[in-house]
């Protein structure tokens, strides 16, 4: 039976035993705004309680993206205007996230297309990660003047050796069988598939993860080997260092080609966002809960905002579209560490709001 009155930005359906969740911005890619945070919030309180959803799904709409991030051109307005929407969007996408990450019922994400930043966030604090052959995951904000937020703090330093590291500094773009050997994608099933899989969950007499997971794995199709498994030893070897300038001279002393991609994908991100964001890992690995990890990164971007590097990397790959951010500080060793340690001070009266 149809839940709740539908938003033109996000459909809400009870279907069968499921609650099912439709980012439905197809030509914006499905990129998050503040009305969908919300709104995605409030139905989940109510499935919460609904005896007859025993799972969430959450798929996006149109045949590119699942979702390709956040609304961050109208967060950077919000900000050189002078006004608090720009606050209020994080504050209460980081609430999402939290929702998501302690909803007590299955929560299931059919991941069929791009996935980036916000994407990454309504989708990974969840208990399956389902990827498709078109899915495209990446954090790319170093490359924005920001950080990899919406829980990457929480989850990047959980993945597997340095990959998490590797994956903030450089913002790399990875496909299925790389999502699946890392372990982010619980499951590859063919994107031709996904009805027949929502359909399946629907009818479902759902009491567990495990009822989940025993469904889920008979969709599941072998990936072809990971692209990035050759370099496995290389990014524990690089990126294990003890600053972000010691992953730049490591790889530097390396000839080989896939070293000097990175270091040439590097070289074109924020310095100070590269730093940032190394303390940022490190931090949200000793973090207890992932609400510790929120309230840290809510901190962090808050702060960000003081900074000109996030509205210059807005305005150079999003507005103008020139490609050529003119970063400030321009290199590493001219990033202050007090501006670091800055992005991580308490807020006061401004902290996230956590229940």
Not at 6 to 29: D, H, M, Q, Y
Not at 194 to 219: H, Y
Request: charged residues 25%; contains cysteine; proline residues 5%.
């Amino acid at each position: 039976m149809p839940e709740l009155e539908n938003s033109a930005e996000t459909l809400f359906e009870v279907r069968g035993n499921i609650g099912l969740i439709t980012l439905n911005r197809p030509k914006a890619l499905n990129s998050l705004t503040h009305g969908m945070c919300v709104a995605i919030s409030a139905q989940l309180a109510e499935w919460k309680v609904m005896p007859a959803v025993q799972a969430v799904v959450v798929v996006g709409s149109g045949e590119k993206a699942f979702c390709a991030g956040g609304d961050v051109v109208k967060v950077s307005k919000s900000v050189a205007a002078g006004t608090r929407e720009w606050r209020d969007f994080f504050h209460d996408e980081y609430l999402m996230n939290i929702a998501i990450a302690e909803f007590p019922k299955p929560y299931i994400s059919l991941v069929d297309g791009i996935a980036m930043g916000g994407g990454v966030g309504v989708s990974i604090p969840g208990d399956f990660w389902v990827a498709t052959e078109k899915t495209m995951f990446a954090m790319p904000e170093t490359g924005l003047g920001l950080i990899p937020d919406v829980g990457g703090g929480w989850f990047l330093p959980r993945l597997p050796g340095e990959v998490g590291m590797f994956l903030a500094l450089t913002g790399a773009r990875i496909k299925a069988p790389d999502l699946y050997a890392l372990g982010i994608a619980s499951h590859v099933v063919a994107a031709d598939q996904i009805e027949a899989v929502i359909g399946a969950l629907s009818k479902a007499d759902i009491k567990s993860n495990a009822d989940v997971k025993d469904l889920l794995d008979g969709f599941h199709k072998d990936t072809e080997p990971a692209p990035l498994s050759p370099h496995f030893d290389d990014v524990d070897d690089h990126f294990d260092n003890e600053t972000v300038e010691q992953i730049i001279s490591s790889l530097e002393n390396d000839q080989s080609e896939w070293a000097q991609k990175q270091l040439k994908v590097m070289g074109r991100k924020s310095p100070l966002s590269m730093k940032v964001t190394f303390e940022q890992l490190k931090r949200g690995a000793a973090c207890e809960t992932f609400r510790e990890n929120m309230q840290m990164e809510f901190r962090i971007v808050s702060h960000a905002m003081d900074f000109p590097d996030f509205h210059e990397g807005v305005r150079a790959i999003l507005i103008d579209k020139d490609n050529r951010p003119a970063w400030n500080p321009a290199t590493l060793g001219a990033v202050a560490d007090a501006d670091v340690l800055k992005h991580f001070e308490n807020l006061g009266a401004d902290e996230l709001a956590l229940n």
